[in-house]
């Protein structure tokens, strides 16, 4: 015995520094040869078994290379080794899991007959469970296992056998186990052997799966519907109830952002190209950022199959620019890279190339239409910017300029318009001056922006009065004002009632009596209207008004809430350094109640109406920087000699 334990050291020793690692059966002397060491017929399963209960895992990852050895060089082995080696599966490291599957994989047509004893007989049940995950890594079918399988699913009580026994179905793409899987779809008592059985269903891909599948798609349980959603997508058969059912879940927002996301790869799959304008309104309007992600890498997917993903183009370009989750900003401009390497372009080429705000289909039409605008323009002799704004104004608010914003501005939102005006109609003073951008917001009102290239921004600082805001006010079709904005201020809040929304109506409709152009839900958003694109709207104004109640607060911690998407971009200005006492808290239900970004801050206490009016001008006095009490005059230091 001391001779054996002496053997088993030195093999160890040169498992563990990995030297001499070869080993051999010698016939003459009927003794297997390891690392130079000969050990007898006798003693080899002995020293096998010690060396597979080592700790160190370079000893037991060459002691299972030599047993993968053994077995193909022995005609039979103790089933007291085999289950040592099947009870380790998924005890020890990652490494020593995959020469697990590595050796059955190798010796199946020997090994299998250990596997199905266990399956059948054994009342262990990790072995059990470790023997029948091991047929599953295999992924080769056997016909005697998998009737051993196929009954247990239906019969056996213990739930991690079950999952077990689905998992490995699903990796051998067993057809015989159809009708076991539908059954378990329909009435396993476990949500996890449900969604597994969908995803197993998914694998075989079998048509009599489709409704059930489809049935599926209303469990109780949020990770069966995620599975059931996948599934569809693999079997990869357009029908319409399929495909109604997977778009009434995307556009649900209600579902979990992964149901949602599973949905919108099923769609792909099947759908392809059709659904690029439907992953594109996800793109833009969803508050999941799974969603959002989802539909970018849908779109990268397709692109080599579709043309029209190029529809997508400046889409992508918003989101690189504008989402708050930096996570999309680099998958958008992933995106962008490849789609614009297809074109021969680099990022920045084709950036440049991308109008976000035409539609490409209508290229030719678009194009007559801004040759008329252009035209227009030529015959007007300007002197001044300040002309060529209001003229524009003119233009684009006549019954002719509405008709080039119907063609060219088909988001509803933005009309850009290139004009470009000879230096000989530009007075000395702009003759450095040759193409001004104007760019036309259709929402709040007329909004006006108006801004050069960056050669010109600090002449156009100077001389456009307009600035960066204004209102234009159009009746019967004609210019008649523009309306300069001194303070502007968007509302944060969320919809806790009717009676809470008419309170927060009442503060916005103030703000905007009393000069604030005030940047709220109920006043801009529409049918159709991308709510994203209005909360990113906060990068506009001077302050951010942030109605505290316990509400808002449960709805900033739910991911998939439009008040989570709206804190994410709040919080954001605060950390790039937007001036904390810009952010002002309007407590609706006491000081204590106000969000993480906000605590310890100093706000206006409204939570009594009566006191409305008195805390609305305070508000007012510090929108327009008249709070605080003014000192007097710094007097000179005291003669104290005295």
Same mark, same amino acid.
Request: aromatic share 8%; with cysteine; proline share 3%.
């Given at each position: 015995?001391?001779?054996i334990?002496?053997?088993?050291?030195?093999?160890r020793?040169?498992?563990?520094?990995?030297?001499?690692?070869?080993?051999?059966?010698?016939?003459?002397?009927n003794?297997?040869v390891i690392?130079?060491?000969?050990?007898?017929?006798?003693?080899i399963e002995?020293v096998?078994?010690?060396?597979l209960c080592?700790?160190n895992?370079?000893?037991l990852? &060459?002691?299972?290379?030599?047993?993968?050895f053994?077995i193909?060089?022995?005609?039979?082995?103790d089933?007291l080794?085999?289950n040592?080696?099947?009870?380790?599966?998924?005890?020890?490291?990652n490494?020593?899991?995959?020469?697990?599957?590595?050796?059955f994989t190798?010796?199946?047509s020997?090994?299998?007959?250990?596997?199905l004893?266990?399956?059948?007989k054994?009342?262990e049940?990790?072995?059990?469970?470790?023997?029948?995950i091991l047929?599953?890594?295999?992924?080769?079918?056997d016909?005697?296992?998998s009737?051993?399988?196929?009954?247990?699913?239906?019969?056996?009580?213990?739930?991690?056998?079950?999952?077990?026994?689905?998992?490995a179905?699903?990796?051998?793409?067993?057809?015989?186990?159809l @009708?076991s899987?539908l059954?378990?779809?329909?009435?396993d008592?476990?949500e996890i052997?449900?969604a597994?059985?969908?995803?197993?269903?998914?694998e075989?891909r079998?048509?009599?799966?489709?409704?059930?599948?489809i049935?599926?798609?209303?469990?109780?349980?949020?990770?069966?519907?995620?599975?059931?959603?996948?599934?569809?997508?693999?079997?990869?058969?357009?029908?319409?109830?399929?495909?109604?059912?997977?778009?009434e879940?995307?556009q649900?927002?209600?579902?979990?952002?992964i149901?949602?996301?599973?949905a919108a790869w099923a769609?792909?799959?099947f759908?392809?190209?059709?659904?690029?304008?439907?992953?594109?309104?996800?793109?833009?309007?969803?508050f999941d950022?799974e969603?959002?992600?989802a539909?970018?890498?849908?779109i990268?997917?397709?692109?080599?199959k579709?043309?029209n993903?190029?529809?997508?183009?400046s889409?992508?370009v918003d989101?690189?620019?504008?989402?708050p989750?930096s996570n999309?900003?680099l998958?958008?401009?992933?995106?962008?890279?490849?789609?614009?390497k297809?074109?021969?372009?680099?990022?920045?080429?084709?950036?440049? &190339?991308? @109008?976000?705000?035409?539609?490409?289909?209508n290229?030719?039409?678009i194009?007559?239409?801004?040759?008329e605008i252009?035209?227009?323009?030529?015959?007007?002799?300007i002197?001044?910017i300040?002309?060529?704004?209001?003229?524009?104004?003119?233009?684009?608010?006549s019954?002719?300029?509405?008709?080039s914003i119907k063609?060219?501005?088909?988001?509803?939102?933005?009309?850009?318009? @290139?004009l470009k005006?000879?230096?000989?109609?530009?007075?000395n003073?702009?003759?450095?001056l040759?193409?001004?951008?104007?760019i036309t917001?259709?929402?709040?009102?007329?909004?006006?922006?108006?801004?050069?290239?960056?050669k010109?921004?600090?002449l156009?600082?100077?001389?456009?009065?307009?600035e960066?805001?204004?209102?234009?006010?159009?009746t019967?079709?004609?210019?008649t004002?523009?309306?300069?904005?001194d303070?502007?201020?968007?509302i944060?809040?969320?919809?806790d009632?009717?009676?809470?929304?008419?309170?927060?109506?009442?503060?916005?409709?103030?703000?905007?009596?009393?000069g604030?152009?005030?940047?709220?839900?109920?006043?801009?958003?529409?049918?159709?209207?991308?709510?994203?694109n209005?909360m &990113?709207k906060? @990068?506009?104004v001077?302050?951010?008004?942030?109605?505290?109640?316990?509400n808002?607060?449960?709805?900033?911690k739910?991911?998939?809430?439009g008040t989570?998407?709206?804190?994410?971009?709040?919080?954001?200005?605060i950390?790039?350094g937007?001036?904390?006492?810009?952010?002002i808290?309007?407590?609706?239900?006491?000081?204590?109640?106000?969000?993480?970004?906000?605590?310890?801050?100093?706000?206006?206490n409204?939570?009594?109406?009566?006191?409305?009016?008195?805390e609305f001008?305070?508000?007012?006095?510090?929108?327009?920087?008249?709070?605080?009490i003014k000192?007097p005059?710094?007097?000179?230091?005291? &003669?104290?000699?005295?």
């Amino acid at each position: 015995m001391n001779d054996i334990t002496t053997k088993i050291k030195e093999i160890r020793n040169s498992f563990v520094r990995n030297i001499n690692l070869e080993w051999h059966f010698d016939s003459e002397r009927n003794t297997y040869v390891i690392s130079n060491i000969a050990i007898s017929k006798v003693d080899i399963e002995f020293v096998m078994y010690s060396l597979l209960c080592d700790k160190n895992n370079y000893v037991l990852l &060459n002691a299972l290379r030599f047993f993968e050895f053994l077995i193909k060089n022995n005609d039979s082995i103790d089933h007291l080794l085999v289950n040592k080696v099947i009870e380790m599966f998924n005890e020890g490291s990652n490494e020593v899991s995959s020469q697990i599957i590595h050796l059955f994989t190798a010796t199946i047509s020997i090994t299998k007959k250990y596997l199905l004893k266990i399956i059948e007989k054994s009342q262990e049940l990790p072995l059990r469970n470790n023997s029948i995950i091991l047929y599953g890594e295999v992924r080769q079918y056997d016909s005697q296992i998998s009737q051993l399988l196929i009954k247990a699913l239906i019969e056996e009580e213990n739930t991690e056998i079950r999952i077990a026994i689905v998992k490995a179905i699903s990796k051998t793409k067993d057809f015989d186990a159809l @009708d076991s899987l539908l059954i378990s779809l329909e009435k396993d008592s476990s949500e996890i052997v449900r969604a597994d059985s969908a995803f197993a269903l998914g694998e075989i891909r079998s048509p009599e799966s489709i409704q059930p599948l489809i049935k599926s798609l209303d469990d109780i349980s949020e990770l069966v519907k995620e599975k059931a959603a996948e599934a569809l997508g693999k079997l990869g058969f357009k029908e319409k109830e399929v495909t109604n059912k997977l778009l009434e879940i995307l556009q649900n927002n209600n579902n979990s952002p992964i149901l949602r996301k599973e949905a919108a790869w099923a769609l792909a799959k099947f759908s392809e190209c059709e659904i690029i304008p439907i992953m594109i309104e996800n793109m833009n309007n969803s508050f999941d950022y799974e969603v959002r992600e989802a539909a970018m890498n849908i779109i990268d997917y397709l692109q080599t199959k579709c043309k029209n993903t190029d529809e997508a183009l400046s889409h992508l370009v918003d989101l690189k620019k504008n989402d708050p989750e930096s996570n999309i900003r680099l998958l958008a401009t992933k995106v962008l890279k490849e789609m614009c390497k297809k074109k021969g372009l680099n990022l920045n080429e084709c950036i440049e &190339n991308i @109008d976000p705000y035409v539609d490409k289909k209508n290229q030719f039409w678009i194009n007559r239409k801004i040759s008329e605008i252009e035209e227009y323009f030529d015959k007007i002799k300007i002197n001044k910017i300040e002309d060529l704004i209001i003229i524009g104004i003119n233009y684009l608010t006549s019954e002719k300029g509405f008709d080039s914003i119907k063609l060219i501005d088909l988001y509803g939102i933005f009309l850009l318009l @290139d004009l470009k005006i000879p230096n000989n109609q530009i007075n000395n003073e702009f003759d450095k001056l040759v193409e001004n951008d104007i760019i036309t917001k259709f929402m709040d009102g007329f909004r006006l922006t108006v801004k050069g290239r960056e050669k010109k921004k600090n002449l156009m600082d100077q001389e456009i009065s307009i600035e960066n805001k204004g209102i234009m006010t159009a009746t019967s079709g004609h210019f008649t004002e523009i309306t300069l904005i001194d303070k502007t201020a968007f509302i944060a809040y969320s919809w806790d009632n009717e009676e809470h929304k008419k309170w927060v109506k009442k503060l916005a409709d103030q703000l905007m009596e009393n000069g604030v152009y005030t940047i709220f839900d109920q006043y801009s958003i529409r049918y159709g209207f991308s709510i994203p694109n209005f909360m &990113n709207k906060i @990068d506009e104004v001077d302050y951010i008004l942030v109605v505290c109640t316990s509400n808002y607060n449960e709805q900033l911690k739910k991911m998939d809430s439009g008040t989570h998407y709206e804190g994410t971009i709040i919080g954001g200005k605060i950390t790039e350094g937007f001036p904390r006492e810009r952010i002002i808290p309007i407590y609706r239900e006491g000081r204590k109640i106000s969000p993480p970004f906000l605590k310890g801050i100093l706000g206006v206490n409204m939570k009594k109406d009566e006191d409305f009016e008195l805390e609305f001008k305070k508000l007012l006095k510090h929108i327009y920087g008249k709070d605080g009490i003014k000192p007097p005059p710094l007097g000179s230091p005291p &003669n104290l000699e005295d």
